[in-house]
């Protein structure tokens, strides 16, 4: 259980465009879905907590009003980068908190490349 | 959530046991010793948990030392697919999965052929 499909799997685009980023619970229903990004070589960072029906929290130096999310519904979560740059080219994960604090699942990811 | 040590990289030979240490030495007694794995370009996955005794599973086990400050996960015959960056996470026990996970920066095994 605790499946999550993440699309696209990769994009690229220009500077100033936005991009979407999707992440769905197909099994269950998650309230809420943590968001990283992970630059290469690194590690993932948690860059923000999306809950359903109320607003996105965000780690210290995320820009809330660059990365827009939306959790709308309890199965679909999202993630929009508004007027990429291309340091914002990064590889971008979902994961849904569950009851449980083993066996977290995660999105596929998304690699983001800004041109 | 107590601070992890983990080797930067280590390799391999396919067929062979991967073994793969984490220094957990601050960790104290609620905490659960966990090992996700990140297959290049993919999410992480999920692998093993343990709080003090030995863990087995069908993917590796898990092997926490008596006085818990350091464990060992074991892949027994490693395959090329098994190449990966290996994150060793310690997370209290009474924490069940309010926050996100917090990732080290892991050991990144290369299995050879």
């Known amino acids: 259980g605790a499946v999550v499909s993440q699309h696209p799997s990769w994009v690229i685009c220009k500077s100033g465009t936005s991009v979407k980023i999707e992440c769905r619970s197909l099994?269950?229903?998650?309230?809420?879905m943590f968001w990283y990004r992970q630059f290469p070589k690194q590690s993932l960072m948690l860059m923000a907590t999306?809950?359903?029906?109320?607003?996105?929290?965000?780690e210290q130096g995320v820009e809330k009003d660059k990365f827009l999310i939306n959790h709308a519904s309890l199965t679909l979560s999202t993630l929009t980068v508004t007027s990429a740059h291309p340091e914002d080219s990064s590889f971008y994960i979902c994961?849904?908190?569950?009851?449980?604090?083993?066996?977290?699942?995660f999105g596929s990811g998304t690699r983001l490349t800004v041109v | 959530d107590a601070k992890t040590t983990q080797p930067p990289s280590m390799d391999c030979a396919e067929g062979r046991a991967a073994n793969l240490p984490c220094n957990h030495s601050?960790?104290?007694?609620?905490?659960?010793v966990y090992w996700y794995r990140q297959i290049h370009s993919q999410g992480p996955q999920y692998i093993i948990h343990?709080?003090?005794n030995n863990e087995t599973n069908e993917m590796a086990s898990l092997i926490i030392t008596e006085d818990r400050k350091s464990s060992t996960l074991i892949l027994p015959h490693a395959t090329l697919r098994d190449t990966a960056v290996y994150y060793c996470?310690?997370?209290?026990?009474?924490?069940?999965?309010?926050?996100?996970?917090?990732f080290g920066s892991g050991t990144r095994l290369q299995v050879q052929p």
């Open positions: 994961s849904p908190k569950l009851d449980r604090a083993y066996g977290y699942t």
């Open positions: 099994d269950f229903q998650a309230t809420t």
């Open positions: 999306s809950n359903e029906g109320s607003k996105a929290t965000y």
């Open positions: 601050t960790i104290s007694g609620n905490e659960y």
């Open positions: 343990g709080l003090k």
């Open positions: 996470i310690v997370r209290p026990s009474a924490d069940t999965g309010r926050r996100a996970l917090t």
